[in-house]
């Protein structure tokens, strides 16, 4: 058993665990946006959305085709307090109307996280209520039953540019994961092909819209582990194929530059269908037959083309395909609100000693069996 | 004027509560690593000792480095999320400053302190009558050299550099709270107190700095 867990473990705090409703305020800062959110959950009901603030750093990263870490935690020092305060006023309540602070505590990029969850610390010790670390995933897990009924268990597919996994959430707090990415996540690599051909970040909208005039069909890319008999994914043979293609044609024109961009966005795609296909086999084993649903979270969510592929594997293998709203999609606040509410309302909480974790699997356990994403000396990313 | 005053740019991760000319409490934790996970507890033990909540605190003072640009967030942020709720206003006070109050500690001279910042520079300051002159600045030993004169006092953990006295790294958070005391807070807002900008380059290899 390593540090972290030892930290993580729950310890003297003495929530109320009979509690009928909690008001939880919500806070977000692991990559490149700064949130808060209020919520109130009822025990076993739907959650009421009272506030959602975000403040976006893509113009601040667009000169440089990424989120640059240290700009991106100054923004969120910047932002921090106005985006809290803000939160609080839109949603008409005190500050001591409060039953918890929760706040992304990993993974992430340590900056960020840290900045989100002092201040949640600060909030908590403050307020005398209690703080609930939150794992970022958790959040993008649970994000679908912010605007719909969507009851466990389901298949996840998490897409963003941090993240690209396949996870079984079976019930609260009971996360499988069946696949993950084992070098970029697929929004990264929408990222870096955007900036390659100059496209501009971030880069999945702006890859989309060259594509729209493009001929798919026009660049053989590789669909890796296509046909393989797991779930992970791998994108960075697929970015450096674009790339390698990129570099080989003299002043690439428009066209040139739609018809690569169409036909990397379709091999994305297929990377995404076929392994979620073969996911939803696994998911099957656990599950069982009949219908069940696929939810699709983070902003790669966001690409039409992949959405419709999507359905159709949803279709083809009786899933309903249920896509959150966008603001949804995208790293958001109430989604970390709700997942802390979860917890408060099961007595999960933390003290103020909860680490900030840059690398924090969901499946912990499955995660160090079977490392995938940036695993190395400091164990597995996510 | 009950103070907490709090500094985490450093190996140290420290705090201290004062009131008036009353040190209720003070910590000193050299940890070097670790500050988010500290931080949090020590100032809950703080204020249990001395029997006062948050909202007792009148004003919180933090060193806003230079540091480590993660360590001096790390007590920035936990002071903003501390204050919100009951409208504590927060002062940002640079390890430069207290530095020169801890060598001159009357205020009567004029004192320069050098701080290491690593990549062989050095940031520095010059105080006179315990209060700061100018901005800081970010150079190399020789030009610091240059504003130096007999009659000042030399600090700082790159004071070693010309003839300085070799003096440990170490902002006394007490120091900074008498400090936090006496400045006024529309002078002296929470913001961190950067050396140098972000290593970004842009494409085609430009840099910001």
């Avoid at chain 1, 670390?133 to 268990?153: I, M, Q, Y």
């Avoid at chain 1, 929004?187 to 970040?201: C, N, Q, S, Y």
Wanted: hydrophobic residues 40%; glycine residues 10%; contains cysteine.
């Amino acid at each position: 058993m390593d540090i972290a867990f030892e930290h993580s473990a729950r310890q003297d705090a003495n929530p109320d665990i009979t509690a009928h409703t909690v008001l939880v305020l919500g806070i977000e800062s692991s990559c490149d946006e700064t949130a808060a959110s209020v919520i109130r959950l009822p025990r076993g009901g739907a959650p009421e959305i009272l506030s959602s603030r975000i403040s976006s750093q893509d113009e601040l990263h667009r000169p440089y085709g990424g989120v640059v870490p240290e700009m991106a935690a100054r923004a969120h020092m910047d932002k921090i307090q106005s985006i809290i305060a803000g939160a609080v006023e839109d949603a008409g309540i005190n500050y001591t109307d409060l039953d918890g602070i929760a706040a992304t505590s990993g993974p992430g990029l340590i900056g960020g996280v840290i900045t989100g969850l002092m201040a949640a610390k600060g909030l908590a010790l403050s307020l005398d209520k209690p703080l609930i670390a939150v794992n970022h995933l958790e959040g993008h897990a649970l994000s679908a039953r912010l605007s719909a009924p969507c009851p466990f268990p389901y298949l996840l597919l998490l897409v963003s540019g941090g993240h690209t996994q396949l996870l079984s959430v079976n019930d609260l707090g009971d996360y499988s994961r069946l696949g993950s990415t084992v070098d970029d996540a697929a929004g990264e690599a929408f990222d870096k092909t955007a900036k390659i051909m100059g496209l501009g970040f971030p880069g999945g909208p702006n890859v989309e819209r060259a594509a729209k005039a493009g001929n798919a069909k026009r660049f053989k890319l590789p669909r890796p582990f296509a046909g393989t008999d797991h779930a992970d994914f791998s994108f960075a043979g697929l970015k450096t194929a674009a790339a390698r293609t990129f570099a080989s044609m003299d002043n690439p024109d428009d066209q040139d530059k739609a018809d690569l961009a169409a036909s990397f966005q379709t091999a994305v795609c297929g990377a995404l269908t076929d392994r979620t296909q073969r996911a939803m086999m696994m998911f099957r084993k656990r599950h069982g037959d009949g219908p069940q649903r696929l939810v699709v979270a983070g902003g790669v969510a966001a690409n039409v083309q992949i959405r419709a592929a999507l359905d159709t594997v949803c279709t083809e293998n009786d899933f309903v395909l249920m896509c959150p709203p966008l603001k949804f999609c995208t790293d958001n606040a109430a989604m970390i609100a709700l997942a802390g509410a979860e917890k408060l309302l099961a007595g999960e909480i933390d003290n103020l000693d909860a680490p900030a974790r840059p690398r924090w699997p969901l499946d912990e356990t499955a995660a160090r069996r079977n490392p995938a994403s940036g695993s190395g000396r400091k164990g597995p990313k996510s | 004027m009950r103070v907490l005053a709090l500094d985490t740019t450093g190996r140290d991760c420290s705090a201290a509560l004062t009131d008036g000319g009353d040190v209720l409490g003070a910590r000193r934790e050299t940890i070097g690593r670790g500050h988010a996970e500290r931080l949090g507890p020590q100032v809950k033990d703080l204020l249990a000792e001395a029997g006062m909540s948050v909202s007792d605190i009148d004003r919180i003072a933090v060193c806003t480095g230079p540091g480590s640009f993660t360590g001096l967030r790390v007590a920035l942020a936990f002071a903003k999320g501390l204050a919100l709720p009951h409208s504590i206003p927060v002062l940002g006070i640079s390890g430069l400053w207290v530095r020169a109050a801890m060598a001159d500690p009357e205020g009567k001279s004029t004192v320069l302190t050098a701080q290491g910042v690593r990549r062989g520079e050095i940031f520095w300051q010059i105080f006179k009558q315990g209060r700061p002159i100018g901005k800081p600045i970010l150079s190399g030993a020789a030009q610091a050299k240059t504003a130096l004169d007999q009659n000042m006092i030399l600090t700082g953990s790159a004071a070693k550099l010309f003839g300085g006295p070799d003096e440990e790294d170490y902002v006394d958070p007490v120091i900074l709270a008498r400090l936090g005391a006496l400045a006024r807070p529309e002078d002296y807002p929470a913001t961190p107190l950067y050396h140098r900008p972000p290593d970004a380059k842009l494409p085609g290899g430009i840099s910001l700095s």
